[in-house]
Antibody, heavy 118, light 108 residues
Framework: QVQLVQSGSELQKPGASVKVSCKAS????????LNWVRQAPGQGLEWMGW????????TYAQGFTGRFVFSLDTSVSTAYLQISSLKAEDTAVYYC???????????WGQGTLVTVSS | EIVLTQSPGTLSLSPGERATLSCRAS???????LAWYQQKPGQAPRLLIY???SRATGIPDRFSGSGSGTDFTLTISRLEPEDFAVYYC?????????FGQGTKVEIK
């Protein structure tokens, strides 16, 4: 069965960096794009962008350029989200989600809570 | 950017009742590119409907989606206890792929 398993919660200080992983199983990794979605505490869902798992080409939504980097290691069917120069407002749950069909998100990781606090 | 506005913000209903959730887009969205998700507290979202009206795998037929252009609807024909949750619409026809702000369906 299709699964996306994300790395565990992170507590980081402002200015630090964090790298969240999303390991896929149960399907051919390079057949589906991988999306990233942010959910701040008590808030709704915010689409951050996606990465083509065959091409490795990332697309970032406005507001997620510069400090946010999507990457892949196809040898282990894993996608990564790296956030640098962390700010308190980056505190959120970050989800990876598999792209399906024309772009809906059919499978989601369990989410990774990133807390930025001094 | 296409803005999706969901209404109402909160829907208070009893089990067995019908729920009708609205998603209005600031620009026309092809029905091919409209999805609905359900999210329960502490859980990841779950895909319910894609292409405006196609149920995702394993989704009960009490969930249905409809609409076109700028107005889309998610209907839950008879609410079960497990359906009380937050529901989001999303358009993925144009970048950025925006979500609505969500509708909470709560027990009355």
């Amino acid at each position: 069965q299709v699964q996306l398993v994300q790395s565990g919660s992170e507590l980081q200080k402002p200015g630090a960096s964090v790298k969240v992983s999303c390991k896929a199983s149960g399907y051919t990794f390079t057949n589906n794009a991988l999306n990233w979605v942010r959910q701040a505490p008590g808030q709704g869902l915010e689409w951050m962008g996606w990465i083509g798992t065959y091409t490795g080409n990332p697309t970032y939504a406005q507001g997620f350029t510069g400090r946010f980097v999507f990457s892949l290691d196809t040898s282990v069917s894993t996608a990564y989200l790296q956030i640098s120069s962390l700010k308190a407002e980056d505190t959120a749950v970050y989800y990876c989600a598999r792209g399906h069909g024309y772009g809906d998100l059919d499978y989601w990781g369990q989410g990774t809570l990133v807390t930025v606090s001094s | 950017e296409i803005v999706l506005t969901q209404s109402p913000g909160t829907l208070s209903l009893s089990p067995g009742e019908r729920a009708t959730l609205s998603c209005r887009a600031s620009q026309s969205v092809s029905s091919t590119y409209l999805a609905w998700y359900q999210q329960k507290p502490g859980q990841a979202p779950r895909l319910l409907i894609y292409g405006a009206s196609s149920r995702a795998t394993g989704i009960p037929d009490r969930f249905s989606g409809s609409g076109s252009g700028t107005d889309f609807t998610l209907t839950i024909s008879r609410l079960e206890p497990e359906d009380f949750a937050v529901y989001y619409c999303q358009q993925y026809g144009r970048s950025p792929r925006t979500f609505g702000q969500g509708t909470k369906v709560e027990i009355k």
